[in-house]
């Protein structure tokens, strides 16, 4: 291996569950529209786990396959690094889980929770441990049941978000698509605004913390809209800036798939057409630490992306955290 090369992404994966849950189907069980989805949110269907399937499950799925495209096998795993808010348990981490299903036996594991940003944060750690040499290869993952924890009671929040896994394999290389550089930024003053209140320290499950709806994803959405469209400009911005290029040189942005609307008012803002965003979200909704690395595999198999281009993935969320990494395809 030459001294010269860098982190970089050798091999993508994805899986999504079989069943769809439609705008259709929504309409009859909350008082909602498939009109008043698709102009506020740009979402038409979502994926929807069912008979038992489990963020490892769909994330084992997704990693298999990226080891698949990367070409290395379970025993080459030097780490596992999953980001998801729908961990199978609270503990032990999904990434032993995954570890254990793969058959990854050398592989330490864990998870990290930075919400929908969640998987630009775990890319970061895995991209510093390969630049190191303390690794030579690491799996990482952003999987979700996010219908585990969506109140389908409240119009609100349950058009907005669906399952799915993606994954990543991240090794030196000098043919492959390398990480440029990563951003990551954090406004604990703002954690309340988004939120599943129940089941950890603070309120632990209780009779009264379920009859309450605590287990739930509860947000304040017009303030979260706000200050992901604000935020994300920002980063892109200052992101494009620290490595020496310009807006123009962006090739293909990868956002985070939240709403549409958030997308296209970034992309205004930005003085940027929305052909340079990549869009899936009419498919499956908010798959939050997931609708980074789905979206990365699906812009690939649709040939978006060609080599030498400059790619900037961005996401925001709770926590609020958010994140950027720029890859050079
Ligand atoms: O991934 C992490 C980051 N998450 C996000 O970034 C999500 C950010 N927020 C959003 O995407 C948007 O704020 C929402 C899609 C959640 C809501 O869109 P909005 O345009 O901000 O709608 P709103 O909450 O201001 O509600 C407008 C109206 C209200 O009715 P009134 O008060 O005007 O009579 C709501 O009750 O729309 C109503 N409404 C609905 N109507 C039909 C809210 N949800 C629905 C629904 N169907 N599902």
């Known amino acids: 291996m030459q001294q010269n090369q860098r982190a970089s992404i050798t091999g993508i994966g994805s899986y999504v569950p079989g069943k769809v849950l439609t705008n259709y189907d929504l309409e009859k069980m909350v008082d909602t529209s498939d009109d008043w989805i698709i102009q506020r949110t740009g979402i038409r ?6 008979n038992g399937q489990i963020t490892s499950d769909l994330a084992t799925q997704a990693s298999l396959r990226a080891m698949e495209d990367a070409g290395v096998s379970p025993k080459d795993l030097d780490m596992i690094i999953t980001s998801t808010i729908t961990p199978d348990h609270i503990f032990p981490s999904t990434s032993c889980y995954i570890q254990q299903k793969i058959g990854a ?20 750690i895995g991209q510093s441990f390969v630049n190191s040499g303390a690794m030579e290869t690491v799996l990482v993952v952003g999987a979700e049941c996010l219908s585990k924890i969506t109140d389908y009671t409240d119009r609100s929040t349950c058009v907005l978000f669906g399952d799915g896994a993606g994954a990543v394999i ?5 043919t492959k698509h390398e990480i440029l550089s990563t951003s990551l930024a954090a406004d604990g003053s703002q954690a309340d605004i988004l939120i599943m209140p129940g089941g950890g320290a603070k309120n632990p499950a209780s009779l009264a913390s379920v ?19 604000n935020n994300i400009t920002n980063l892109i911005i200052e992101t494009v800036t620290k490595n020496g290029l310009g807006l123009e040189d962006i090739d293909l942005i990868i956002p985070h798939q939240s709403n ?19 869009v899936n979200i009419d498919k499956y ?38 994140g950027s990494s720029v890859i050079r395809w």
């Open 285 to 322: 909704g908010n798959t939050s630490s997931a609708s980074i690395p789905i979206a990365i595999d699906e812009a690939r198999k649709e040939g978006r992306l060609s080599k030498g281009d400059i790619v900037m993935l961005v996401a925001f969320g709770g926590g609020l955290t958010w």
């Open 45 to 50: 269907e979502r994926r929807i786990v069912e």
């Open 170 to 174: 991240i090794q030196k290389s000098s």
């Open 211 to 229: 009859q309450q709806r605590n287990h739930y994803i509860q947000f304040k959405g017009k303030e979260v809209f706000k200050l992901a469209i």
């Open 260 to 278: 549409l609307r958030i997308i296209e008012a970034t992309m205004e803002k930005l003085g940027l057409p929305m052909e340079k965003a990549f």
């Open 105 to 124: 036996s050398r592989a330490s594991a864990f998870d990290i929770l930075a919400a929908c940003a969640g998987f630009i944060y775990a890319m970061s």
